[in-house]
């Protein structure tokens, strides 16, 4: 698996408590780290992939310069390979096929020739050895006391458009290193993760009469359908506590926003607006912010659920017609030009409600979707350019973009 | 029937709890959730003479659907210019005439810039648009249904401003 890193921005650290406000640092200052590898099973190609995931990973929680030499040595070796004796740290590992075919996986971080951290993995199915990779990373973020990476282990969901009206949702790790097409055939779009523990979800079926919204549990395999509506049936958002859905419906061919009850399965309209309302995103329990063209053009706004009172959250941008949001900070899809042929036509902007300030996080290609990690560390969005599309990351308190991408199709929507 | 595969990753979620499931494999129809069926488009034949069909008379779905008019869009608009007006008009007549027998569903579709839902609520004005105008030259408002596939249905994939216009439309099908 290729797994292509393309550092966008300038490599920088970002000190202060305003994420909205860059401050440069050089890159330097980062310890080195080597990864030694010392497996005894498996072909040298599969080994090959998971010394790659395993930098991709040590690259995402930018804690390191980490050397891409692939190296081996015996596990139990008192010394590191001589080419990384300058190394600030080591982390060498081994890879071990149980008779039974499970993957093991055993490590330890050595610094200064001492072990630091060591720890062992087991799984059934050596299919899921990614997220392995991704734990590894997650344990030593851990370790080195770093704002949590926990979204690093989290799956995520996506529609793959392969043909006109035709597409597949798949299951698949931050890296798309893992992927597991789990619906399969037919027009099935806007995936979105019934809960917090990702073992169901919800998307929008265009197959039948109308456009519907089916719910499938995962370890029961069952998919059942919820709603339907004439025109649009979006699940935009779903509550932290996973008991209410933000759906976005046209039963009279006019899209608004309604709030959707799990419990009663029982829906009230939010908006009422002759115009485009979509999108609508949880804020906090009684507030939720969405995109509508009111002003002539689509743009962010905010409003309390018990009240009709409607609030503009941009005032940057020509066509902003999409976002996320997590507690004051708020990142929107903005249009920077109308020239269709432009290098530079959809960015990302981060905002904070107690700030004036804007922050691009893009600079090239049309980049959608974006979707904060639940702790806000961490933004997933789509990026398509050149007729590639992929998946991307940004780190926004290390200033860091990561992009891994799609082998086929198109990305369509996805979740995390 | 056309069936949706539903693969259980059960095992992949459950990973660090240290269980595993081979994945299964439902299909939906089972729950009762029954799907559209998709069928070969009815084969016509002309006949000549005093079998020829009248214009009242029923006819395929499929020549009566190519009697329609797709209805193209500006950039981001979804008002109906004035030279969309007589593909309106025309597809209009072929409702109340030989597509009479039929319910119409509008299709709306936008060119390839986004595939957020704010795209797929154009193409649904869009349709909507072509509704209003339906309605207004006499086609019954229960026999029209709306959707919209945002970017997902091209007919042009070309990188071109000619392209993308094409992509801008409504399209209309017809449901027995």
Not at chain 1, 116 to 130: D, Q, T, W
Not at chain 1, 188 to 204: E, G, R, V
Not at chain 2, 117 to 142: C, M, Q, W
Request: net charge positive; aromatic share 12%.
């Amino acid at each position: 698996m290729k797994i292509l890193f393309s550092l966008i921005m300038s490599i920088s650290l970002l000190f202060g408590v305003d994420a909205t406000i860059d401050v440069i640092k050089k890159v330097d200052t980062l310890p080195s780290i080597a990864i030694e590898d010392s497996s005894t099973s498996y072909t040298n190609r599969f080994k090959l992939k998971f010394f790659k995931v395993l930098v991709a990973d040590l690259n995402v929680i930018s804690l390191f310069n980490v050397d891409q030499n692939y190296r081996t040595t015996e596990y139990d070796n008192g010394d590191v390979v001589f080419e990384n004796k300058d190394m600030k740290y080591v982390l060498r590992y081994q890879l071990i096929e149980s008779d039974s075919g499970a993957f093991n996986l055993e490590y330890k971080l050595i610094k200064n020739n001492e072990i630091i951290l060591a720890k062992h993995y087991k799984i059934k199915n050596s299919s899921y050895n990614v997220f392995i990779s991704h734990a590894v990373a997650y344990d030593i973020n851990k370790f080195m006391g770093a704002s949590s990476v926990e979204w690093m282990k989290k799956k995520v969901i996506f529609s793959r458009v392969v043909a006109p009206k035709k597409s597949e949702i798949v299951i698949s790790d931050y890296t798309l290193s893992y992927q597991k097409v789990i619906v399969k055939g037919g027009f099935n779009l806007f995936p979105k993760w019934a809960t917090k523990k990702q073992n169901s979800f919800y998307y929008t079926s265009l197959d039948r009469d109308k456009p519907s919204l089916f719910y499938v549990d995962i370890k029961k395999g069952t998919n059942s359908l919820l709603l339907e509506s004439d025109g649009m049936m979006i699940c935009s958002d779903v509550s932290k506590d996973s008991k209410k859905l933000l759906l976005t419906m046209a039963p009279k061919g006019q899209p608004d926003i309604y709030l959707y009850n799990v419990d009663t399965k029982r829906y009230k309209k939010v908006t009422s607006y002759r115009g485009i309302d979509v999108a609508g995103k949880f804020m906090n329990n009684n507030e939720i912010i969405f995109v509508s063209n009111r002003l002539g053009y689509p743009n962010i706004f905010s409003k309390r659920l018990d009240t009709n009172e409607v609030e503009q959250m941009v005032y940057y941008g020509k066509s902003n017609s999409a976002c996320s949001v997590n507690g004051d900070y708020i990142v929107y899809k903005a249009r920077e030009t109308s020239n269709l042929f432009s290098k530079n036509t959809f960015n990302l902007h981060l905002i904070s409600r107690k700030t004036d300030f804007i922050r691009r996080l893009t600079a090239t290609g049309i980049n959608e979707f974006p979707k904060f990690s639940r702790d806000g560390d961490a933004i997933l969005f789509i990026k398509n350019y050149k007729s590639q599309s992929s998946i991307g990351i940004i780190r926004l308190n290390h200033n860091k973009n990561y992009l891994f991408p799609l082998k086929y199709g198109k990305v369509q929507s996805m979740d995390w | 029937m056309k069936k949706l595969v539903i693969a259980s990753v059960s095992a992949a979620l459950l990973i660090f709890s240290g269980c595993s499931k081979e994945p299964k494999v439902i299909d939906p129809s089972e729950n009762g959730d029954s799907m559209v069926e998709e069928v070969e488009s009815v084969t016509t034949e002309i006949i000549n003479g005093d079998n020829t069909m009248t214009s009242n008379s029923p006819i395929s779905i499929s020549v009566a659907e190519g009697k329609f008019n797709s209805v193209y869009f500006a950039f981001d608009k979804f008002t109906i210019n004035s030279d969309m007006k007589d593909n309106v008009s025309n597809s209009a007549t072929v409702a109340n005439g030989v597509a009479s027998a039929y319910n119409i569903k509008l299709e709306g579709n936008c060119d390839e810039w986004g595939s957020d839902e704010y795209n797929f609520a154009l193409g649904l004005k869009r349709a909507n648009a072509v509704k209003k105008s339906l309605i207004s030259e006499g086609v019954d408002s229960s026999r029209i249904s709306m959707v919209s596939f945002g970017e997902s249905n091209p007919t042009c994939n070309d990188k071109t401003k000619e392209c993308w216009s094409k992509n801008r439309r409504v399209d209309f099908k017809l449901l027995p």
